[in-house]
């Protein structure tokens, strides 16, 4: 898996849970947060519904949170890592990125590139079973937020492929710059 750093840890959050509610775009993968962490699922909610987040969910279910997202992105079971290099490849072919923040901060962009450049939307849309305008859509949402936050949990991790998945998620806080600094992250 070609990345901009090192995987995340599991479990691992960049950012507070108090900042959940102050981030204007919320992407959620492979959790179900007001069954698994409802605390943090409240904030969630005080995030949409008082504050006007922007909600996407990429999980195969429709949970809870379901109602209340911009964009679900019910993807099959197994394909995280092509729905999130789908949405790389459409931040960069958009020019969305943070260049930026990529060269300050990251290392192996042009390996990054190379990657999903095998993810045109179509090919995502094929792996995932998600519309490609859908996943255009959660990528141009994403990416076009002042601030955005990703949260992740075992539909995330508990995959053969868990720390492929993980770095997937950092890759796309990383290509965007949407780490290290407030109401942002990957948590």
């Known amino acids: 898996m070609a990345g901009l750093a090192a995987a995340f840890g599991s479990g691992a959050m960049t ?52 109602g209340f997202a911009s964009i679900h992105l019910q993807l099959r079971p197994g394909t995280n890592i092509a729905l999130l290099n789908g949405m790389i490849q459409v931040i960069l072919s958009e020019n969305l990125h943070n260049q930026e923040f990529i060269n300050q901060r990251t290392e192996g962009f042009d390996a990054l590139k190379e990657t999903v450049s095998r993810y045109p939307l179509e090919r995502a849309a094929a792996i995932t079973g998600v519309p490609a305008e859908d996943i255009r859509k959660a990528a141009l949402l994403y990416a076009g937020a002042e601030r955005a936050s990703i949260l992740y949990c075992m539909g995330v991790t508990q995959h053969a ?23 942002t992250g990957v948590n």
């Open 15 to 66: 950012n507070s849970v108090d900042e959940i509610e102050h981030t204007p775009v919320i992407f959620i993968i492979g959790s179900n947060t007001t069954e698994q962490h409802p605390l943090v699922g409240r904030r969630i909610l005080r995030a949409v519904r008082e504050r006007g987040a922007q909600l996407i969910i990429a999980d195969p279910r429709a949970i809870d949170l379901t």
């Open 161 to 183: 492929s868990g720390t492929n998945q993980v770095m997937a998620v950092a890759n796309l806080a990383m290509v965007t710059g949407n780490l290290g600094k407030e109401s």
